[in-house]
């Protein structure tokens, strides 16, 4: 249990956690949700996940005494089901969390843990400046906006938590 107590402390779990909860507040108290508020909720709660992407010392996490790519697995996908629990159930949002998680994981193994905030937010950024369109470009870059059914959301979706949560469990935090 001791590892499992440093861990969380090394991650910033604390911080992260408090987040997520403000975040489920505001989601509840914030009345009916639409598609851009559902992904601005999952947007802020992939944010606040990347706190957690690194230790404060990155030689830790380049260390063997762990299987480092199973935890840091782990850590990623434990974080999108938090993530998707912050809206109210009944609402399609593991496909959005999962995606939004994905892009904040590959952006700590590209950019670092400090940086690691940008893809999602230039992601949702890019979703919301966007006026919609039929064509498949415009689709697979508002994929956060799209309903629950739409075919090239949730491929767009699966493969940044796909790529994302790889690149982070193999690579680790960039340094």
């Known amino acids: 249990m001791r590892w499992l107590t440093l861990y969380a402390r090394s991650r910033q779990l604390p911080l992260v956690l408090g987040l997520l909860v403000a975040l489920a507040i505001l989601a509840r108290l914030g009345g009916a949700a639409g598609p851009r508020r559902s992904a601005l909720l999952l947007a802020a709660g992939a944010i606040a996940l990347t706190a957690g992407l690194g230790s404060p010392d990155p030689a830790l996490d380049r260390t063997a005494a762990l299987r480092w790519p199973l935890h ?27 995606g939004l998680t994905g892009l904040a994981a590959l952006g700590a193994a590209c950019f670092g843990r400090p940086y690691a905030w940008l893809p999602p937010f230039t992601c949702l950024a890019a979703a919301f400046l966007l006026p919609p369109a039929p064509d498949l470009a415009t689709r697979l870059l508002t994929w956060p906006l799209l309903p629950p059914g739409a075919t090239p959301a949730t491929l767009t979706a699966l493969t940044l938590a796909v790529t994302g949560t790889t690149a982070y469990a193999l690579a680790g935090p960039r340094r």
Do not use: F, M, Y
Request: proline letters at 7%.
């Open 72 to 98: 840091r697995a782990a850590h990623v996908l434990l974080g999108t089901v938090l993530t998707a629990a912050l809206l109210p159930p009944g609402l399609l949002t593991l496909r959005d969390s999962a």
